[in-house]
């Protein structure tokens, strides 16, 4: 079965710093990109960072670009993202999402955690 578990979330005054977990199983983790988006109340879900299988990163969202990374151990099957330099508006829950297109066809498999609430606050 596949399970992405989100771990790492709380709340932290401006400022601080986190770091997320996203733990994955019953899938070829090291083929899939991973994804992390969040999403605020009231608020579009956002694609924060995309993490290829390679460690690669790309598509930064434009407001996390240089306080967030996003990063992957494919020895440990799980995929990270430090945030530090927390705002208010970061303020969302946050999810990690496994993607791969499947070559010669137009389809695509993708998997998503359960989310973990991050909070800034003063």
């Known amino acids: 079965q596949v399970q992405l578990v989100e771990s790492g979330g709380g709340s932290v005054q401006p400022g601080g710093s986190l770091t997320l977990s996203c733990a994955a199983s019953?899938?070829?983790?090291?083929?899939?990109?991973m994804n992390w988006y969040r999403q605020a109340p009231g608020k579009e879900r956002e694609l924060v960072v995309t993490i290829r299988s390679s460690g690669e990163t790309t598509n930064y969202a434009d407001s996390v670009k240089g306080r967030f990374t996003g990063s992957r151990d494919n020895t440990k099957n799980t995929a990270y993202l430090q945030m530090n330099s927390l705002k208010l508006d970061d303020t969302a829950v946050y999810y990690c999402?496994?993607?791969?297109?499947?070559?010669?066809?137009?389809?695509?498999?993708?998997?998503w955690g359960q989310g973990t609430q991050v909070t800034v606050s003063s």
């Open positions: 999402n496994a993607f791969r297109v499947i070559p010669g066809t137009v389809s695509a498999s993708s998997y």
């Open positions: 019953g899938f070829a983790f090291n083929v899939y990109a």
